[in-house]
């Protein structure tokens, strides 16, 4: 169960699941959610493009092994040490959520629709609405440039801004992103947090 720091469970109770599914609880995933792990006034929402089966299938956001979202996280100065996926919730603490574009589960975020991304794009701008972050930050370069119909798009912050909160594009963790190894994205995580200690020193988190 997810709280948000109002004590408002978001997204509702995933109830058990496997901490090592087998191949059969990986097909009953396919087209499962994720609960969003959200509350007022975070520093940053992070979102990614949508669950993989493995994270549907244990309830946990980017649990895949080989996923590289909560090393970067580490590695970005945002949290104090490396967090497992199953802690996922204590990051409303520090002023970090986490969301999808799309919440069905596939096994690869190709099975999506441009529609589907469209769609999410619009329920994102919901939560934002509802929400307020300061920032959002997108997991996925290509989602991103489907999603938000900006096929120019670079990674880093962008001019445009969602609900008024800031963007920054970030790449996509998953382990087959072969385009940006660790050190990659350790940097890109750090320079999202540099300018976020930039704008808001009082909201900067984690270890200096």
């Known amino acids: 169960m997810v709280r948000a720091r109002s004590g408002k469970v978001v997204g509702g109770d995933p109830g058990p699941r496997p901490l090592r599914p087998s191949r059969a609880d990986l ?18 929402l992070f979102c990614g493009i949508n669950p993989g089966l493995y994270s549907a299938a244990v309830g946990h956001h980017f649990a895949r092994p080989g996923n590289r979202f909560w090393p970067a ?36 975020a190709a099975e999506l629709t441009a529609d589907e991304l469209r769609a999410g ?3 994102l701008a919901r939560k934002v609405r509802a929400h307020e972050p ?9 989602a991103y440039r489907t999603a938000f119909a900006r096929p120019q798009a670079a990674l880093g912050r962008q001019d445009e801004r969602i609900e008024g ?4 594009l970030l790449p996509s963790p998953s382990g087959l992103n072969a385009h940006h190894q660790p050190r990659d994205l350790a940097a890109a995580f750090s320079e999202l947090r540099r300018a976020v200690h ?6 900067s988190e984690g270890p200096a």
């Open 121 to 123: 794009a619009t329920a």
């Open 73 to 108: 996280l580490y590695a970005g100065g945002f949290t104090e040490r490396l967090f497992s996926p199953e802690e996922g919730g204590e990051l409303l603490e520090m002023g970090y959520g986490l969301t999808n574009i799309v919440p069905r589960a596939t096994a690869g």
């Open 165 to 168: 909160a800031r963007i920054w």
């Open 27 to 44: 097909v009953a995933a396919a087209g499962r959610g994720l609960p969003d792990i959200i509350g007022p006034g975070l520093t940053i």
């Open 134 to 142: 300061r920032w959002v930050a997108i997991l996925g370069i290509s």
């Open 198 to 203: 930039r704008s808001h020193p009082e909201r």
